[in-house]
């Protein structure tokens, strides 16, 4: 099968690539407005970008609503106009918490509320931190690229990590025990992973 993705449907296009590109890390990222509304959703198009400094980035579509008009989600128009986020790692028991969090709700609907999470102050940015995660990450807005404005077209977000907040209980020496983290990941459709089946690989020494 050989696919030309201007000759296709990009429904089908995105059906390709949440399936191939497999298991995608999920960022649970948390924004307030201008006016202080909390807003807390999920996105799968999301990774680390390097350490030094710490960035991370992650992609927000755009909305359509039911005119067809497109329309920024509210993470998207929460960062670029406060400029702050924190990212919070999703870990398996509560998967469904994050999962009530992912509903297209108004932009007045606080998703803490609705998926019974806990907001934990943060530190040096405005959003709150998601108490329930393991790994929290503190990040301003470094840059906004905007990719494609037509249906499914997305904008990365790019933030530095300025302070990060890690349970004692799931690091030792700045090592994360997956075991303990228990993050999942995306799959394709309704579709997660868990990280419990690994193997190691270690790197070739190349003299």
Known sequence: ????????????????????????????????????????????????????????????????????????????????????????????????????????????????????????ASVLVKPPRVQQARVQMECRLIQVVTVSERPLGGSVVLGEVVLFHIDDAVVDNFRIDPDKLRAIGRMGGNTYARTTDRFDLARPVVK
């Not at 298991?23 to 030094?52: M, Q």
């Open 1 to 120: 099968m050989t696919v030309h993705p201007s000759e296709q449907n990009p429904r089908d296009i995105y059906k390709l690539m949440i399936g191939s590109i497999v298991p995608r890390p999920i960022a649970f990222v948390s924004t307030v407005s201008p006016e202080g509304a909390r807003n807390l959703a999920p996105f799968s198009f999301f990774n680390g970008v390097c350490p030094n400094p710490p960035v991370v980035c992650f992609c927000a579509s755009f909305r359509q609503g039911p005119d067809g008009a497109l329309a920024k989600k509210d993470t998207l128009r929460n960062v670029q106009q406060t400029g702050e986020f924190v990212v919070n790692i999703v870990s398996e028991d509560f998967a469904e918490a994050m999962n009530l969090a992912s509903g297209d709700y108004a932009p007045d609907v606080d998703e803490f509320v609705v998926a019974g999470l806990t907001p934990l």
